[in-house]
């Protein structure tokens, strides 16, 4: 099941299941009145849905059957012409890891190693990744799952406009996927992750790639790298984990202004979602609707961002995300608000 938060005809947020080829949105709340002639709670939002577990998706099922064959006035709408939110608006966390090892040996590369990164490339040739030197260098990184924790009220939903930073030069997309937690759990093992995981849906990890390089070098970060409005786009919807039995066999690619710029596969993630659940929940708690990012997808069949590239964004370019079997993530750059200079000799107050 497709899961998604859209903007109802009453102009508030409601949660909907896609159907009919995903041309149709059928309103969960509003089916339900329909059906039963009641509400319920676990309908009132993606996040109540997801602690109400495994009943409340049976529920969906049947509403979307429901609404599919009855189309009763009021529980369904065009997905052509329905504005869609972030499925989860206001994330419970968001952690960010660094799954695909590709991704980091390139950026070491680009950003650290400059004219020596083909000579590192030809040392990892006669020795292999781990003896050179960007694989020396993030020899750390392949002990355990990295991740940072990211802004969680600067999520944005497929169609939204991304307002890029006035203080970058250097705008980036990130090719990358994520889940959200459905079921809670501690110390959680990693034979059992997978049941923690409600869904899968695309994440494109917008970053002022200048700044972010300039404060890691203090050796903590990113903060406004990645901190700033609408810079974490997810969407467009959230597909129910059942849907998808094999998750690390789907295609990734990214578009700019319909230009292929990335290629990718889930299936080059070296640490999988599972592993990354099992660290993090290391004596500390996962609840439903914590998100958790892929980082960017890099490997055999491409770079999955612009650092890579050497290719930056600028405004009006209009970035798609697409994953196998979940769909499109769409959005455009718009340019940072301009700020008017005061005029000459105007008083101050």
């Given at each position: ?46 996040l ?8 409340a ?7 979307q ?20 939110l972030?499925?989860l ?22 950003a ?52 890029m ?17 459905g ?54 919807w959230?597909?129910?984990a ?9 295609t990734m690619?990214?578009?700019v ?25 290391r ?25 890579e590239?050497?290719r ?8 798609e ?29």
């Amino acid at each position: 099941m497709k899961l998604a938060t859209v903007i109802g005809p009453d102009g508030l947020p409601q949660i909907g299941a896609l159907f009919g080829g995903d041309k149709s949105v059928a309103l969960l709340q509003a089916g339900l009145v329909a059906l039963e002639g009641a509400p319920a709670p676990h309908f009132a939002s993606m996040l109540a849905f997801l602690k109400a577990g495994a009943e409340a998706q049976y529920k969906a099922y049947v509403v979307q059957d429901f609404v599919a064959s009855k189309a009763p006035e009021g529980t369904m709408m065009p997905a052509a012409s329905t504005t869609f939110l972030s499925p989860l608006p206001v994330p419970e966390s968001i952690r960010d890891a660094m799954a695909f090892e590709e991704h980091i040996i390139n950026s070491i590369r680009t950003a650290g190693l400059g004219p020596f990164a083909r000579l590192d490339e030809t040392i990892e040739k006669w020795f292999g990744r781990r003896r050179s030197i960007a694989g020396l260098a993030n020899r750390e990184w392949y002990k355990r799952p990295i991740y940072y924790k990211g802004n969680r009220f600067s999520v944005v939903g497929n169609g939204a406009v991304i307002r890029m930073p006035a203080y970058t030069k250097q705008f980036d997309y990130e090719l990358e996927w994520g889940v959200v937690i459905g079921k809670g759990g501690r110390d959680i093992p990693l034979a059992s992750a997978r049941d923690h995981i409600a869904g899968y849906t695309i994440f494109n990890d917008f970053t002022a790639r200048d700044v972010q390089m300039s404060e890691m070098k203090g050796r903590l970060g990113p903060a406004k790298g990645k901190d700033f409005d609408t810079g974490n786009a997810i969407g467009p919807w959230l597909v129910t984990a059942d849907e998808i039995p094999d998750p690390y066999n789907l295609t990734m690619t990214a578009r700019v202004n319909g230009e292929e710029w990335s290629r990718g596969s889930t299936g080059d993630m070296y640490w999988t979602f599972e592993k990354i659940i099992s660290y993090i929940s290391r004596s500390e708690t996962l609840y439903p609707g914590e998100f958790i990012g892929s980082g960017t997808c890099s490997g055999r069949l491409g770079k999955g961002s612009g650092l890579e590239l050497g290719r930056t964004l600028k405004a009006g370019d209009v970035v798609e995300l697409e994953v196998e079997r979940i769909g499109i993530l769409q959005n455009r750059i718009a340019p940072p608000p301009t700020t008017r200079a005061p005029r000459r000799g105007a008083r101050k107050r």
